[in-house]
């Protein structure tokens, strides 16, 4: 069977479990923003491939204290994405929600998309772009400021802004770990979109699924795989538009 029509018997199967679903959770990745133009991390075009230090020392906690400046170099050059908006993806998951489907999405994104799709419950794990506060005073400060400033964005009192974005060596937010962790455990279905499911703690979430689906897509294979009820490896507008 060629993968195309393996692919539409999956889709056929995905449109029979959001069907039959009374409270879905999506839990999402970069993969759902690069087609708003926004490069993810880990897939065939994305920004790790551009960096000579690795992401995960370049977007962490210590580095953004001793190398604040090339941080904030980094940081304006791939996560400026105020003016993205949102997709296909996007949408589907808000057109679910407002028929009544879906209990919430858990995002690793900082890109805000989801709000701007108009889902109203967004559990950002990973913090956002659109909050940003000095580390002396706590005053805060929008993203069009941080990203327009020359060099190091810095308060009124002299601080340091830092962007409200969970760094590697720094714990989730408390009220994100609570509130993800109940719609996992109050979820008849659990879809995986556009995330390599690399990071951790992000992807023990989707370990502690213990409902009824388990469903997978994106276009690179994931360490879960193995444990979902069905798994689409396409592009996620392929998938969309057929729904
Ligand atoms: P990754 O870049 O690790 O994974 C994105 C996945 O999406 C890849 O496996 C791609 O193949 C897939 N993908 C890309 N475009 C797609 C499309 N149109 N349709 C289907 N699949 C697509 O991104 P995350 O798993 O989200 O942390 O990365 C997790 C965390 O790592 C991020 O939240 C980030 C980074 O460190 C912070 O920003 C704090």
């Known amino acids: 069977m060629s993968d195309n029509n393996e692919n539409m018997i999956k889709i056929e199967k995905l449109k029979e479990i959001?069907?039959?679903?009374?409270k879905i959770v999506f839990f999402t990745g970069a993969g759902v923003s690069t087609e708003s133009g926004?490069?993810?991390?880990?897939?065939?075009?994305?920004i790790s491939k551009y960096t000579d230090i690795p992401i995960e020392i370049l977007i962490?906690?210590?580095?953004?204290?001793?190398?604040?400046l090339e941080f904030y170099d980094y940081y304006k050059?791939?996560?400026?994405c105020i003016d993205k908006k949102p997709n296909i993806t996007h949408y589907f998951i808000k057109k679910l929600e407002d028929e009544g489907k879906v209990l919430g999405v858990i995002t690793q994104n900082v890109d805000g998309l989801h709000y701007k799709a108009g889902s109203t419950n967004v559990v950002e794990l990973h913090g956002t772009i659109y909050k940003n506060r000095c580390v002396d005073c706590g005053?805060?400060?929008?993203?069009?400021y941080v990203f327009n400033s020359e060099g190091i964005p810095k308060c009124t009192c002299g601080g340091i802004i830092k962007p409200d974005v969970v760094l590697y060596e720094e714990s989730l937010p408390e009220?994100?770990?609570?509130?993800?962790?109940?719609?996992?455990?109050?979820?008849?279905?659990?879809?995986?979109?556009?995330?390599?499911?690399?990071?951790?703690?992000?992807?023990?979430?989707?370990?502690?699924?213990?409902?009824?689906n388990l469903v997978i897509i994106n276009l690179d294979s994931t360490p879960f795989d193995q444990y979902?009820?069905?798994?689409?490896?396409?592009?996620?507008?392929?998938?969309?538009e057929k729904l």
């Open 139 to 144: 005053k805060e400060y929008t993203p069009q």
């Open 38 to 46: 926004i490069k993810d991390f880990r897939g065939k075009d994305g």
């Open 77 to 80: 050059k791939c996560f400026n």
């Open 175 to 212: 009220k994100a770990i609570y509130e993800a962790s109940k719609l996992v455990r109050d979820a008849d279905t659990l879809i995986v979109l556009g995330t390599s499911l690399q990071v951790m703690p992000a992807s023990s979430y989707v370990a502690s699924f213990n409902g009824d």
């Open 18 to 22: 959001i069907d039959k679903s009374k």
């Open 228 to 240: 979902a009820d069905l798994v689409i490896h396409d592009k996620l507008s392929n998938v969309m």
């Open 60 to 68: 962490s906690k210590s580095y953004f204290y001793k190398h604040t």
